[in-house]
């Protein structure tokens, strides 16, 4: 029986699209061969190196020339440029699809902004090393990296002076959500994350005891002398946090909307591995209502998604590759800054109007080498970097200097492959009639191609 | 026939009634109803520009005090009140001021601020209080309000290559437009018009695909409408050769040909100054005055001005002591400029800033930037601000 239907479906889901070939190998394979497949791929498991010193570490001179500090912001905003570039790379090139897009899952569910690129390549490679494994593991070392505990300010968290930052979004965005906790709930649990902190003359976590605040707590219905890791425990006995969990998966694999039931499902998995995540997602994978109607192609693809897609697809080759730092800020996401602690909101809100037109142009313009006349704008945490520069502005780039391997896409693809073929290949949502016609009259493959990756239906996965 | 008649006959069988609802060309405003129809223009200041540096409470000797290196030398200071001057490189708006067509409204904030870009410019966007996350802005929400005069995506137009978080609410969202035309060519090309052409409205689903294509279509229309609407109108004024000069002098023909829009946003970079600040916030605020002065002039010419309210803004002022390298790190309350043709208050609206009573070395904030918000949104943009705010906000008698 062909079964391409299905396995396009969980490709375009559980990774960012599958190639011709590969759905021609795999077009007759039951979907749970499929998952096997994808999460054997998936083992392989490369952490990001782009970041090779931590600049916060090196001995401050007592006074520094504006010309030093300039020189060394126009360094941060190198190493931040090579990390943003190295993990776009490997989201395009690696086959362990499933565990990046794991990956950018944690990485908008932990999302973290902070100028230091050493630190948030730590975090990503926790997020990267645990992404198919246990979520208390990972929420764990997550609390202990110096990315979070800087950004959520415990640094400053210390008995006496607590600081409620971390303790607070830890509840409110990580694990329980708003309305299973009250004001007295984070007040208490500040207090035990009192001495998580990090060294920073070596950049590494250390246990704070001086700071700590040893007095007894009363959280969640609970009382004791209680540290950081038993205030975790507590909260992830809770199912509530299992629940909130796969709500937000939910929505990344399957839908906008959610389905409680389908949701408890997942949650009751979750719960009972005691927070393993590879059951679930096979779980989730395998379930017959992952592959209803109603949950194809509908899910609109973040600006990564679409720009990790399309050099899947068509192995593209970055001559220059700032220019996708320029197309992930014109489109609203630039890796490691997201606009807050609660990440990108993501679905609708990737799409107005001028999104939407730069979503459909910017297919062709690197497929096609054609002219990029946008820039987007620069991320507030950029503003440092051109008021030290003297500029109000980036360097625009307006010539992608990109180069599919059309060689290598072409030899994938069947002599006797209809642009109607084609067409159903590369779109996920069902086709109208007015694309059929477009590609129908479209001169030959490659013209079909460059019209079809740039309709609303490409947005779509 | 009569002449009326024949109007009537031709204008059945012209080209507008056949097209689809939504391709229509929205007519431009009759004149009588252009009169009364209040613009509002939205200037943000990225990066947070130092208040104390812009508007000087040069009176005030902590001010020297705590700058020893970047102040700026009380001869050089465009004197406003004994207390409260310009930065020289806003000179070009001391003839507004005198005018009485601008207000300075000083020490602007909100409770337990954030001193992050990101997250405080998200507070502002959002008008969200600090410890709250909103994934729409506040213009965006006045969108979503559905009132009388804010039905269509160019309502609200940034100047821009991309769309700010201001401007995306739940339902609608504004529209970026750098250049008319480049946007109604964009627009043009031959498979948007296919695809367009090929869907109205009307089979359009509520899941994102038909979501997608209601942007789409509205883009086309809207494009359509602002290219054709706006290039009747030549701008005749003189403005500086700057991006921000360019972005208001498009505001100026978009406003003096008739747009339907109500909210014009713009923004400005190059405030971060924690390092050799005066030349380059000189630079910066030079930029910004010429362009506003230029602008505030030509809309005075052409009878706009009453109708017209400029806000500037920033996600945050900068803190009272400068730091070690000639410049200011991130601080908090800020001021909000203000220019129009009617203002309640001309001049300085409140007091200077308070420089002995701080927050750990912050100016504490006096104003709350929400009951600004508010004030524009009820005697503005005509729609109640709890609607838009979630709470309800006294404002302000700004306007």
Known sequence: ?461 | MKRRDFLKNTALISGACMMPAFLKPFEAMAQDELSGHKNLVIIQLSGGNDGLNTIIPYGNDIYYQKRKTIAINKPDIVKLDNMLGFNPSLSALKEIYDQGWMSIVNSVGYPNPDRSHFRSMDIWQTASDSDQFLTTGWIGRYLDSNCQTCKNPYTAIEVDDTLSLAMKGAKMKGIAVQDPGKLYQTTREPLFKDLVGAHSDANLNEDNLGYLYKTMIETYSSADYIQKTSKVYNVTATYPNTALGNQLKNVSKFINSGLQTRVYYVSLSGFDTHVGQQNQQGRQLQIYADAVAAFIKDLKQTGKLDDTLVMTFSEFGRRVEQNASNGTDHGTANNVLLFGGKLQKPGIFNEAPDLVQLDNGDLKYQIDFRDIYATLLDKWLDVNNSQVLNKTFKGLALV
């Open chain 1, 1 to 461: 029986m062909n079964n391409a239907i299905n396995i396009k479906h969980l490709h375009a889901r559980a990774g960012f699209g599958i190639r011709f070939d590969e759905l021609h190998e795999q077009q007759n394979w039951s979907v749970k061969k499929a998952v096997k497949k994808l999460f054997e791929a998936s083992e392989k498991m490369d952490p990001l190196a782009a970041v090779d010193e931590n600049i916060d570490l090196r001995l401050k001179p007592a006074m520094q020339t504006d010309m030093q500090k300039r020189a060394l912001q126009e360094e941060r905003n190198r190493q931040e440029r090579l990390l943003n570039e190295a993990w776009l790379q490997q989201l395009s090139n690696t086959d362990a699809q499933l565990r990046e897009k794991m990956t950018l899952f944690w990485h908008n569910h932990f999302a973290c902004n902070i100028g230091n690129a050493k630190y948030q390549q730590d975090l990503n490679n926790i997020e990267r090393t645990n992404a198919l494994g246990n979520f208390k593991t990972l929420l764990l070392q997550v609390s202990q990296t110096p990315a979070m505990l800087q950004f959520l300010n415990n640094q400053q968290n210390q008995r006496g002076h607590p600081n409620e930052n971390f303790a607070r979004e830890l509840m409110e965005l990580f694990t329980l959500g708003r309305g299973h906790y009250t004001e007295q709930d984070i007040k208490e649990s500040a207090r035990a994350f009192t001495g998580f902190a990090f060294n920073g003359k070596t950049g590494l976590y250390t246990f704070n005891l001086r700071v700590h605040d040893d007095g007894t707590k009363t959280f969640l219905g609970q009382t004791g002398n209680f540290k950081g890791e038993d205030i975790l425990n507590i909260i992830t006995t809770n199912k509530q946090t299992a629940v909130f969990i796969c709500t937000k998966l939910y929505h990344y694999f399957v839908n906008d909307i959610p389905d409680a039931k389908h949701i408890n499902q997942m949650a009751d998995v979750f719960y009972r591995s005691g927070y393993e995540i590879k059951p679930l997602l096979e779980f989730m994978f395998l379930a017959d209502w992952f592959y209803e109607d109603k949950n194809r192609g509908n899910l609109i693809k973040s600006p990564v998604e679409l720009l990790v897609g399309l050099n899947r697809q068509f192995y593209i080759n970055y001559q220059n590759p700032d220019v996708l730092i320029q197309f992930q800020r014109t489109l609203g996401q630039v890796l490691f800054r997201p606009p807050n602690v609660a990440g990108w909101p993501g679905g609708r809100n990737w799409i107005d109007s001028s999104s939407l037109m730069y979503r459909m142009k910017i297919p062709s313009i690197i497929l096609n080498a054609g002219v990029i006349d946008f820039a987007g704008k620069a991320t507030p945490e950029d503003e440092a970097y051109l008021a030290s520069q003297r500029k109000q502005q980036f360097n625009v780039i307006n010539r992608v200097q990109a180069a599919p391997d059309w060689g290598k896409f072409l030899k994938e693809i069947p002599m006797d492959t209809s642009h109607l073929q084609i067409a159903e290949f590369l779109l996920q949502p069902k086709l109208n009639q007015a694309i059929i016609d477009e590609v129908n009259k479209s001169a030959d493959i490659k013209a079909a191609v460059i019209e079809v990756v740039s309709t609303p239906e490409y947005q779509l996965c």
